[in-house]
């Protein structure tokens, strides 16, 4: 089992610049979730999905878009990265969204 | 306002010492409790949770927690560090009904040798 899956695991980015970070989970769990992490500030929610066809936002979802038209999949898309998006950003799966989240191993952006 | 707070943002022990990690929980009903683990470059892996039951929880690594109501704490306990133990800690919450779980801000653990 490869667990929660993502993709890139670095990325540098010029302001301005969009791109998708990929995640894909073979857990067939029904809750997805994005987060970033900062020095200090722990984990923050950017978004979620409780299911294909269903998201919503978390606290931070300013600047980012997600869809979920798989079970599988939930991309996270940076429309206009700017410098305060960079962070480390997490996906993560569970049965729902009080159960044990599994976690992928990370991507860390950095925007220029 | 459900929230998970840890109070302690960096700890440093020696190797082969005692080590307990703090977690405080404010919920209106007793929520499921989880202990996270995450190496530098890493992501989170989880080390023990607590749905109901038993107050006291093993979990992997050696690593223990205890749920105490009247104190409103999950604290992660380890009866002696390994220099692998080294990493941040994180301490999660959640209950029936809420948007999502809740993450405390994380300790970072130091292992002196």
């Known amino acids: 089992n490869a667990g929660v899956t993502q993709t890139p695991k670095f990325q540098v980015l010029k302001t301005g610049q969009s791109m998708t970070l990929q995640c894909a989970q073979d857990?067939?769990?029904?809750?997805m979730s994005w987060y970033r992490q900062d020095p200090g500030m722990g984990l923050r929610l950017i978004h979620y999905?409780?299911?294909?066809?269903?998201?919503d936002q978390g606290e931070v979802p300013n600047g980012y878009n997600v869809s979920r038209s798989t079970t599988e999949d939930f991309p996270l898309r940076l429309l206009s990265a700017a410098p305060s998006q960079t962070s480390v950003y997490f996906c993560a799966s569970s049965i729902d969204r009080n159960t044990e989240a599994f976690f992928g191993q990370g991507t860390r952006l950095t925007v220029v | 306002a459900q929230s998970v707070t840890q109070p302690d943002i960096h700890i440093t022990v020696s190797e082969g010492a005692s080590l307990e990690l703090r977690c405080n929980y404010s919920?209106?009903?007793?929520?499921?409790l989880f202990w996270y683990v995450q190496s530098p470059g890493q992501g989170l892996q989880l080390l023990l949770k607590?749905?109901?039951?038993?107050?006291l929880v093993q979990g992997i690594k050696g690593f223990e927690a205890e749920f105490k109501r009247s104190q409103s704490s999950f604290n992660l306990r380890k009866p002696s560090v390994h220099w692998s133990d080294a990493a941040g800690y994180f301490c999660?919450?959640?209950?029936?009904?809420?948007?999502?779980?809740?993450f405390g801000q994380g300790t970072r653990l130091t292992i002196n040798p």
């Open positions: 999660a919450g959640g209950i029936q009904g809420a948007q999502k779980l809740v």
């Open positions: 999905s409780v299911g294909a066809g269903i998201t």
């Open positions: 857990m067939n769990h029904e809750y």
């Open positions: 919920y209106g009903a007793t929520p499921y």
């Open positions: 607590y749905f109901s039951g038993d107050t």
